[in-house]
């Protein structure tokens, strides 16, 4: 089945720099990578997806790529701000997989004042 | 999401007590999905449901049980059978995958599981 590795598990940056996480997937298979960012206590929530037709994606300070070849993806987050501060998850499926995601492990992204 | 609904917030489980986590979307999606988080960890499935009256285990499906009964309900049962259970449990809906592009999951608030 589907593996999806993450790294860094903990991130911290200066508010105004830039995050970088990335993750690595096993099956070539597999062409939809949403990312997830959840707060503490709370619900995962989408906030951007890039299919495998798809080399980038933008989101204002949000952005996606992706590297079929190398099999990662990464989302990058520009001008940090301390409401960015979260556990962030990668995921990737396969069209037509019943079960559709495969999540990464999260990243614990710290945004210091 | 406000589609989906989770309850109760917290639960409380004895030693040799089945518990029922509830899970209720109004999105009209086919698809829902049961995970188990554990503290600084990722997002384990438990079992999925593609479609009424019928659904699949996921990766740690021992000491659970499901239903899908209804097309916008899919509770969760925790059994005596469960040795640790305490963790923070999310049901997710989407549209389902059928033969087309896969699409994003929605999550519920989580029901948080404790041992007495």
């Known amino acids: 089945g589907e593996n999806v590795e993450q790294h860094p598990s903990t991130l911290s940056v200066q508010e105004g720099d830039s995050a970088v996480i990335k993750c690595t997937y096993s099956d070539s298979a597999s062409n939809y990578f949403p990312w997830y960012k959840q707060e503490l206590g709370k619900r995962p929530q989408l906030i951007i997806d890039i299919r495998s037709n798809v080399g980038e994606k933008k989101d204002q300070r949000i952005a996606v790529t992706l590297n079929k070849t190398a099999k990662h993806f990464s989302l990058h987050i520009t001008e940090t701000q301390p409401e960015d501060s979260a556990v962030y998850f990668c995921?990737?499926?396969?069209?037509?997989?019943?079960?559709?995601?495969?999540f990464g492990s999260g990243t614990q992204l710290t945004v210091l004042p | 999401d406000g589609g989906i609904t989770q309850s109760p917030k917290y639960l409380f489980r004895k030693e040799g007590q089945n518990v029922t986590l509830s899970c209720e979307q109004n999105?009209?999606?086919?698809?829902m999905y049961w995970y188990r988080q554990d503290p600084g960890q990722g997002l384990r499935l438990i079992y999925y449901?593609?479609?009424?009256?019928?659904?699949q285990k996921g990766d740690i499906a021992e000491g659970y049980s499901v239903s899908r009964e209804k097309k916008e309900s899919f509770p969760l049962t925790v059994t005596s059978a469960q040795k640790n259970p305490t963790a923070f449990y999310l049901c997710?809906?989407?549209?389902?995958?059928?033969?087309?592009?896969?699409?994003?999951?929605?999550f519920g608030d989580g029901t948080r599981l404790s041992i007495l």
């Open positions: 449901s593609q479609i009424v009256n019928d659904f």
């Open positions: 997710a809906s989407s549209v389902g995958s059928g033969t087309g592009p896969n699409q994003p999951q929605h």
């Open positions: 995921a990737a499926s396969i069209s037509g997989s019943a079960r559709q995601l495969t």
């Open positions: 999105l009209n999606h086919d698809a």
